[in-house]
């Protein structure tokens, strides 16, 4: 009797269907976007962005970016801004330390949605007692939906 309950429980499983989750193993259609951005002199802060495709709404599940400054005294800050449900807003990134002591990384999973047809923002903002040249570069993944 066991053996039938476990073979029919087994063939249940295996013939139902398994619902799509907005964040996890099933997406539909991946998405990335990534790209570098120049600071010039006396720059603070500049930002790079990037269009969700019409007809689309983006969730986004990773991002990185790093950037590069001048003295170990200096400090990198770094936001994301989506629009959803018609509002704008920004997020704050959580910044580390990079390979070395001038190189600061925002990184990590997250979960935040854009709709279609806008923008999502990367902002680069560093402090320091001087501003020279800089570069930095950015990558956000996630999945599009239909919208």
Request: glycine residues 8%; proline residues 5%.
């Amino acid at each position: 009797m066991k053996k039938i309950l476990v073979l029919s429980l087994l063939a249940f499983f295996a013939f139902a269907p398994i619902a799509a989750r907005a964040h996890g193993d099933a997406c539909p259609k991946p998405f990335q976007a990534t790209g570098s951005i120049a600071v010039p002199v006396n720059y603070s802060g500049v930002v790079a962005q990037f269009p969700v495709p019409a007809g689309y709404r983006l969730q986004i599940e990773q991002v990185s970016a790093r950037m590069r400054l001048s003295l170990n005294s200096d400090r990198a800050y770094f936001q994301l801004g989506t629009t959803t449900g018609g509002v704008f807003a920004y997020h704050e990134l959580e910044v580390a330390q990079g390979y070395s002591s001038i190189d600061w990384k925002a990184l990590g999973p997250v979960t935040l949605y854009a709709d279609k047809s806008t923008d999502v923002r990367v902002y680069f903002t560093r402090m320091g007692s001087s501003y020279p040249a800089t570069t930095g570069s950015w990558t956000v993944s996630g999945c599009l939906f239909a919208a």
